[in-house]
C-alpha cells in the first residue's frame, strides 16, 4: 500500500515559482509517478508524469518549458517545480502513483493510477 503527502502549495504572484513536494510511505520506486490539478468546476487533468527510475518525463502542453517533475529515490520523494506561474495555473495539485510494474502509454490520464495524495492548492494571482 502506499500513501502519498503533497507539501509546497501557497499563493504567489504571476510570474513567480513554487516548489512542491509529495512524500510517499511505502516503495515506489517501480511505480509510474504523476502530478495532477483540479480547477473549481473542472476535470482533474494530468500536468506532468516520470516513468520508473526518472527514464522519460511526460507533460501537459499547457506547462512544458514552466514545470518540471523529479524523483529523489532515496528520499521516496516526488517533486514538481513550477516557474512562469499563471492566474490559470491556480487549482488543487494531486500527486500520484500507478500500481508498481504498471505499463501505461498514457501517463498524464488519471484513470492509469490507483494511488492518491490529498492535494496542495496552489493559488496565482495577477
Known amino acids: 500500500q502506499v500513501q502519498l503527502v503533497e507539501s509546497g502549495g501557497g499563493s504567489v504572484q504571476a510570474g513567480g515559482s513554487l516548489r512542491l513536494s509529495c512524500a510517499a510511505s511505502?516503495?515506489?520506486?517501480?511505480?509510474?509517478l504523476g502530478w495532477f490539478r483540479q480547477a473549481p468546476g473542472k476535470e482533474r487533468e494530468g500536468v506532468a508524469a516520470i516513468a520508473p527510475g526518472g527514464g522519460s518525463t511526460h507533460y501537459a502542453d499547457s506547462v512544458k518549458g514552466r514545470f518540471t517533475i523529479s524523483q529523489d529515490s532515496a528520499k521516496n520523494t516526488l517533486h514538481l517545480q513550477m516557474n512562469s506561474l499563471k492566474p490559470e495555473d491556480t487549482a488543487m495539485y494531486y500527486c500520484?502513483?500507478?500500481?508498481?510494474?504498471?505499463?501505461?502509454?498514457?501517463?498524464?490520464?488519471?484513470?492509469?493510477?490507483?494511488?492518491w495524495g490529498q492535494g496542495t492548492q496552489v493559488t496565482v494571482s495577477s
Open positions: 500520484a502513483a500507478t500500481r508498481p510494474y504498471f505499463y501505461t502509454s498514457n501517463p498524464l490520464s488519471r484513470s492509469e493510477y490507483t494511488y
Open positions: 511505502g516503495y515506489i520506486a517501480y511505480n509510474n
